[in-house]
C-alpha cells in the first residue's frame, strides 16, 4: 500500500538551532512531492514541491527539501529556525497515475521556544 | 481570488443529526478534493472529482458519508447520521487539472476547513 512516513511527531527546538525533518515514502513510481505547513488556527499552505529536476528544491521561509530517489526521502530543512515556525509540518506524495490525489504524512509538529 | 471557500467554519450538532459541508473551489479549476483530519488517523483523502464527477471515492468511510458537485463551482459534503467519531477537522481541496504532462506541475489549495463537533 502507498504511505508516506514522517519519523518524527513532535519536534522541540530553540530559535536559531536547525532542522531537518524526516519524510520516506512508499512507491515504486513516478511521483510529486510536497510539503505543507499548517499554522495554529490555519488552514494548510504550500511550503514547497518537488516535480522534477534538480533533487534540492527551495520554498518558502527559508525551507528546502532534499528528494533522494534510491532512499524514498524527501526531507525538509532550514538552516536556522524562528519562533514564528512553530506550526504542524506534512509530507505529502501524489502518484503519477492517481489523478493529483495526495497521500498525507502523519505530520511533525515543531515548537520553536524563542 | 477569494481561494477555496467553506462553510461553516465550526459546527457542533448531536449525534444522528444530518450535517452539510459546504465548499467552493478556486475559479477555473477543475479537481476538488475533500480531506478529513482527525488527531489518531491524521489527513485523509475521502473523495475527489474531476469536472464535477466523482473519480475516487475509496476513502469514504461508510455509506453515511455522501458528496456531490453538481456544477464547478460548488460541492457538498453531507454526513447522514452523524456520530461522534465524525468530529474531525473537514479540509476542501482544489486544483487544476492532474494527469496530463503540464498539470502535473498543479498543486492543490486547501480552504480553511469546517471544524464538526457530534456531541
Known amino acids: 500500500a502507498q504511505s508516506v512516513s514522517q519519523h518524527n511527531h513532535h519536534v522541540i527546538l530553540s530559535e536559531a538551532a536547525s532542522l531537518e525533518l524526516g519524510c520516506n515514502y512508499s512507491y515504486g513510481g513516478t511521483v510529486n512531492l510536497f510539503w505543507y505547513v499548517q499554522y495554529p488556527g490555519q488552514h494548510l499552505q504550500l511550503l514547497l514541491k518537488y516535480f522534477s529536476g534538480d533533487p534540492l528544491v527551495k520554498g518558502i521561509k527559508g525551507f528546502e527539501a532534499e528528494f533522494i530517489k534510491s532512499k524514498f526521502s524527501f526531507n525538509l530543512r532550514k538552516p536556522s529556525v524562528q519562533w514564528s515556525d512553530t506550526a504542524e509540518y506534512f509530507c505529502?506524495?501524489?502518484?503519477?497515475?492517481?489523478?493529483?490525489?495526495?497521500?498525507f504524512g502523519q505530520g511533525t509538529e515543531l515548537s520553536v521556544k524563542p | 481570488d477569494a481561494g477555496v471557500i467553506q462553510s461553516p467554519r465550526h459546527e457542533v450538532t448531536e449525534m444522528g443529526q444530518e450535517v452539510t459541508l459546504r465548499c467552493k473551489p478556486i475559479?477555473?479549476?477543475?479537481?476538488l478534493f475533500w480531506y478529513r483530519q482527525t488527531m489518531m488517523r491524521g489527513l485523509e483523502l475521502l473523495i475527489y472529482f474531476n469536472n464535477n464527477v466523482p473519480i475516487d471515492d475509496s476513502g469514504m468511510p461508510e455509506d453515511r458519508f455522501s458528496a456531490k458537485m453538481p456544477n464547478a463551482s460548488f460541492s457538498t459534503l453531507k454526513i447522514q447520521p452523524s456520530e461522534p467519531r465524525d468530529s474531525a477537522v473537514y479540509f476542501c481541496a482544489s486544483s487544476l487539472g492532474g494527469l496530463a504532462m503540464e498539470s502535473r506541475k498543479e498543486t492543490q489549495y486547501f480552504g480553511p476547513g469546517t471544524r464538526l463537533l457530534v456531541l
Open positions: 475559479s477555473g479549476h477543475d479537481y
Open positions: 505529502a506524495v501524489s502518484p503519477y497515475n492517481q489523478g493529483g490525489k495526495l497521500i
